[in-house]
């Protein structure tokens, strides 16, 4: 009993941040701007969602979307092939491991260090301030993680399937896309989320290469009201849970499957 | 059909070389190459220095500073994370209504962006009318100054960090307490050995590789420390919140001193390469288990 | 796998409809937040509703991002900004690198403007920018407050530290004084007019670093001792700090009060209105020498453009723009006449004492290399407010990055 009250206990308070966020988001100013610890909203206002709206912030939330799309789709269209190039051949003179090392490297680096130089080839490829760009450099965060997700889940898929179907004749494409996807599909959908909540909340890549406005995703965006003038807590927090809410919600399908294959294992 | 069987593989990791030749493998080269050259841009105008760009960071009071604060931050914050994750795990180890619901909220803080979580703290962290504050000072206590004491704001900092990153320690270690099987236990309490005990002697032991893993992915993770920082105080008060993340970042994109900051950033990759090698060996070491 | 394709297909051309389009009549401005952000944003709506087939963005920034997001634009010529308000301490950076665009080659600029604001926007004798906002650093006490404890308008610095020290000791709740002491720009910016003041300098005229000096030290450890006469917490304070602290009649004196802050001093929000007395800042061994602070609107050498970004600029300086922006948004202007105008002068009582600091105020070493030079004395000046370093030492340490600063 008292393990569940803890359990309860804790998980509320470290919801209260969210909660703060949540309310504030419907205060007006004179509320939030106080001393007060009260946390739900007496006067409740739609303001600041009203003002990011006629601000053009669908446009931003749009960004992220197109991005984060854009990143998923190059890094499964990648990595997929990858992963299963690592998982079902011999490679000469034990690239595989050079190649997983370096990925893992890769995987580990601080973003900031590959930044520079970064800069340097978008610009020569013509994608600074694109969403492109944007997608491209994503792929040093997203492209290693996918690989070692994905490499684990074609593991899984066993060889005699495939050899079967070899057996009838099918090619190589055919047992890719017949069999392989279809029984990864799981997997991929996993990593796929993975990737697209990393995506989203990325921050460093879009402040760096992103210059106009109108192109900028939520985080960078989000991080142009955390200013100086320090009180805008009402709009910040409106736009805080709007780009929360798609998270979240990913966060509560892939948990569901998390959830289920963890009781699976307990028998 | 032997050739296309050789060439197939090679084909298939084609996409993936490609992107990491050009985004990755390439820029490697180039930091590394730039961090021996004092420059503003690339190559063009270039004078070569040799190592004087590490003596120069080796001198440097404020490079040295970020590195000890990122190393505080990072055992710190690794040490707070999974103590938190592991006391999570050990809570939600039994089985009881509502604790999926529970999990899941759980999770809520990690996968936010962590723009936003910056920005609720910050809120939180205000002097005058931050949350925190307006709750000491309803309780009688003093306000306290969260970001701008020197000798607080990194702690303020890791704070954020474990209430943010602690579900995700959970997560690993919770998976790893799933696998330990009943049985164990029950031969222990038959020879009579209290929850203390059969904690110390047999959950921590049977854990300690997922722990591991999880120290170390969290180490990882917070060795890169910038958004946080870059939205929360700058680095400032003085340099107290100063992280070599941030060093590179001024560096490179505010004073245009290419050189200096492709030498942190090697001194970096360096340090990431050495904890991808622990790591590596410890994957290895699980696999052949 | 075929959808998957598709898909990508999709992201791919969503992507590609966001190029920049080139022949598109666009406007991107970049400009400040903060108490600069409602002049743009209401330039802004009144350009709009005249030129309604403009797209217009408007991105606003701290200081400090500002800087970096247009001088990493102008290097890598993104074409991503049209027009780019700078403070004038970038100018010189941005001038001489050629990032600017002449304004006369895309129809001048027209209008008396006051004489410091116009020479810091020239170079080699052209003009690549417009001075948009005539700030300049004042200084403001509570007269009731001073002279309740037997004091006048403080004449030094050290009439400052006295007159506060017996504020602090007597009035309840109230802080002798208050100042930016948020490192970067702004410590270095309530810095500088007490160094001046005690004689000494950041960088000579020919570009040497001469913080290492008896006077530079005298005037650093008079700046550090302001801050026992401090609220709590000033480590971290910026303009809005500062000027609620002043507003909400938590402090006496402010070390530096720019104009464009001291709008709402007589505004409903203030506790003290008709109270405080913004003069010129104080001197010490040398006269007082006010601190120019202009922002100016530029248009930068990429911008695609041009013809568009000239006429908003003329635009938001002509006089009757001007005036608005003053009456409204309390930024002061910058057209000469202006600071004589009946209503403007009705609002706000000091700003014929404005134009006559306007007129002599000192701007800050034009050299291109200040964007760093004042990161490096701010990082100093901060570890030396915070007690981590002593004066002598932050100031030759600081002197010698600067110097390397300098050289490159």
């Known amino acids: ?208 290469f992103i210059q106009t406005p109108s192109k900028f995703t939520l985080p960078a965006f989000i991080a142009t009201l955390i200013n100086e003038d320090e009180t805008l807590w009402g709009r910040l927090s409106a736009m805080g849970l709007i780009a929360s809410l798609p998270v979240l919600f990913a966060v509560g399908l892939v948990r569901r499957g998390l959830t289920r294959e963890v009781s699976v294992d307990q028998h | 059909m032997i050739a296309s069987r050789r060439l197939l593989p090679w084909l298939l990791l084609t996409p993936a070389l490609l992107i990491f030749a050009g985004l990755t493998l390439y820029p490697l080269g180039r930091t590394l190459a730039l961090s021996l050259f004092a420059t503003d841009y690339g190559f063009e105008n270039a004078t070569f220095v040799g190592l004087e760009n590490f003596r120069e960071l080796w001198d440097s009071r404020f490079f040295r500073q970020a590195v000890t604060n990122t190393v505080v931050f990072t055992l710190v914050s690794t040490v707070l994370e999974v103590a938190a994750g592991l006391g999570l795990a050990l809570l939600l180890n039994r089985a009881f209504p509502g604790r999926t619901l529970i999990m899941t909220l759980l999770l809520a803080p990690f996968v936010l962006s962590t723009m936003v979580v910056t920005a609720i703290w910050r809120a939180w962290f205000h002097f005058d009318l931050g949350f925190l504050n307006n709750l000491l000072r309803t309780v009688g206590l003093p306000g306290v100054p969260w970001l701008f004491d020197p000798n607080l704001a990194l702690w303020s900092i890791v704070l954020v960090d474990v209430w943010q990153t602690a579900p995700f320690a959970f997560l690993i270690i919770f998976a790893g307490l799933r696998l330990i099987p009943q049985d164990v236990y029950e031969a222990a309490r038959v020879d009579g050995a209290g929850p203390w005990r059969r904690f110390r002697d047999m959950t921590l032991p049977l854990l300690a590789p997922y722990l591991f893993v999880a120290a170390l992915l969290r180490s990882v993770d917070s060795f890169k420390l910038f958004d946080k920082v870059y939205a929360m105080t700058g680095g400032g008060p003085g340099q107290a919140t100063e992280t070599v993340s941030m060093f590179v970042y001024r560096q490179g994109f505010r004073f245009f001193d290419i050189g200096l900051a492709s030498a942190a950033a090697v001194v970096m990759i360096v340090v990431a390469g050495l904890l991808a090698v622990v790591y590596a060996a410890s994957l290895l070491k699980g696999a052949g288990r | 796998m075929r959808m998957m394709g598709k898909a990508l297909g999709a992201v791919l051309m969503l992507a590609g409809l966001s190029l920049p389009a080139a022949a598109q009549d666009r406007l991107v401005i970049a400009g400040r937040d903060a108490g600069f952000a409602p002049a743009l944003a209401k330039m802004v709506e009144l350009y709009q509703a005249k030129n309604p087939n403009v797209k217009i963005e408007r991105l606003e920034l701290g200081g400090g991002p500002l800087y970096e997001r247009l001088a990493v634009g102008a290097r890598e010529k993104t074409a991503a900004t049209d ?122 005229a020919d570009g040497k670093a001469v913080l290492d000096t008896p006077e530079a030290e005298k005037a650093l450890t008079q700046f550090l001792s302001f801050k026992a006469l401090a609220p709590k917490g000033v480590e971290t304070y910026n303009a809005t700090e500062l000027r609620d602290a002043i507003q909400q009649g938590r402090a006496a004196i402010a070390v530096e009060m720019w104009s464009s802050w001291a709008g709402t001093l007589d505004g409903n929000a203030s506790k003290v209105a008709n109270q405080v007395e913004v003069v010129a800042s104080p001197g010490e061994v040398k006269g007082p020498a006010p601190m120019l602070g202009a922002w100016l609107l530029a248009i930068p050498a990429d911008s695609p453009n041009k013809a568009r970004a000239a006429d908003f600029i003329r635009f938001v300086t002509s006089p009757e723009n001007q005036k608005l922006i003053a009456l409204e948004t309390g930024n002061p202007p910058t057209l000469a006449a202006l600071f004589n105008d009946k209503d403007l002068v009705a609002k706000y009582r000091w700003y014929p004492a404005q134009l006559e600091a306007l007129n002599v105020a000192q701007a800050r070493p034009r050299i291109s290399q200040w964007a760093r030079v004042e990161t490096i004395l701010g990082d100093y000046l901060q570890l030396a407010l915070i007690g981590q370093m002593q004066p002598k030492q932050a100031l030759t340490e600081a002197n010698a990055q600067i110097a390397r600063a300098l050289s490159r």
């Open chain 1, 1 to 208: 009993m008292i393990r569940i009250i803890a359990a309860f206990g804790l998980c509320a308070l470290s919801l209260i941040p969210l909660l703060w966020m949540v309310a504030t988001s419907f205060k007006p100013p004179a509320e939030y701007v106080s001393t007060s610890i009260a946390l739900w909203p007496q006067d409740p206002t739609l303001t600041h969602y009203r003002v990011l709206l006629d601000g053009g912030m669908w446009r931003l939330g749009l960004n992220s979307v197109v991005v984060a799309l854009g990143t998923v789709g190059l890094s499964l269209l990648a990595g997929l092939p990858a992963a299963y190039a690592l998982a079902r051949f011999e490679l000469p003179k034990r690239f595989d491991i050079v190649f997983l090392g370096f990925v893992l490297v890769i995987k580990l680096a601080p973003p900031i260090a590959l930044a520079i130089p970064l800069y340097q080839v978008l610009r020569a490829l013509g994608l600074l301030d694109t969403h492109l760009g944007l997608i491209l450099a994503n792929q040093i965060l997203a492209l290693p993680f996918a690989i070692w997700m994905l490499l684990g889940f074609v593991r899984d898929v066993p060889y005699s399937f495939e050899e079967a179907a070899m057996l009838d004749g099918a090619g190589f494409l055919k047992r890719l896309l017949e069999i392989v996807v279809p029984l990864l599909m799981p997997g991929l959908v996993a990593t796929a989320v993975f990737v697209a909540i990393m995506s989203w909340n990325e921050f460093l890549f879009a402040l760096l």
């Open chain 3, 83 to 204: 027009v780019a308000m700078l403070d004038d301490i970038w100018a010189p950076e941005f001038m001489a690198r050629g990032w600017l665009t002449d304004l006369d080659s895309v129809g001048g600029l027209p209008g008396e403007f006051v004489k410091s604001a116009i020479d810091v926007s020239k170079h080699n004798g052209k003009l690549y920018a417009a001075p948009f906002v005539g700030n300049i650093a004042m200084f403001a006490y509570r007269k009731d407050l001073l002279a309740k404890h037997g004091f006048e308008r403080p004449k030094t610095w050290s009439d400052v530290v006295k007159a506060a020290q017996v504020i602090q000791d007597k009035e309840q709740g109230v802080s002798g004084l208050v100042f930016r002491g948020i490192k970067g720009n702004p410590i270095v910016t309530s810095f500088l007019p007490v160094l001046w003041a005690h004689g000494g300098d950041v960088v000579t």
